[in-house]
């Protein structure tokens, strides 16, 4: 680089012509550029984050009805082997042989 005393003629110095300027310039757009791309992804995250939330909100509000369903399966299903025991075991036979032969299959 040539400096303001030793330029020979034709020769520019860079800080006269601005060119130091202009690497500021560029480095302070590259770090605006560089924090506004953190920002960015960060409410990116934040925004999954409150997504993923919302979800398991939405589940746990659930639970008590699926619970609930649950219990009502399960107490028909009782009824029902105690209005037909005989029919039940037979059923039950029937699905635990169909589960031994595809199990036991080589």
């Known amino acids: 680089m040539a400096s303001a005393k030793g330029a020979r003629a034709g ?4 800080d006269d012509t601005g060119f130091a300027k202009t690497v ?13 791309a953190t920002e960015n992804a960060a409410e990116g995250v934040n925004h999954l984050v409150d997504q993923g939330a919302d979800g398991v909100k939405a589940v746990a509000g659930k639970v008590p009805q699926v619970s609930y369903w649950a219990d009502e399966q399960i107490e028909l299903a009782r009824d029902r082997v105690r209005a037909e025991p005989i029919k039940m075991m037979a059923i ?10 595809i199990f036991l299959r080589r």
Do not use: H, I, Q, W
């Not at 020769?11 to 860079?14: A, N």
């Not at 500021?24 to 506004?36: G, I, L």
């Open 11 to 14: 020769e520019t110095d860079f």
């Open 24 to 36: 500021d310039r560029v480095r302070d757009n590259v770090k605006t550029f560089a924090n506004s």
């Open 92 to 101: 039950a036979a029937g699905v635990g042989a169909l589960l031994g032969a």
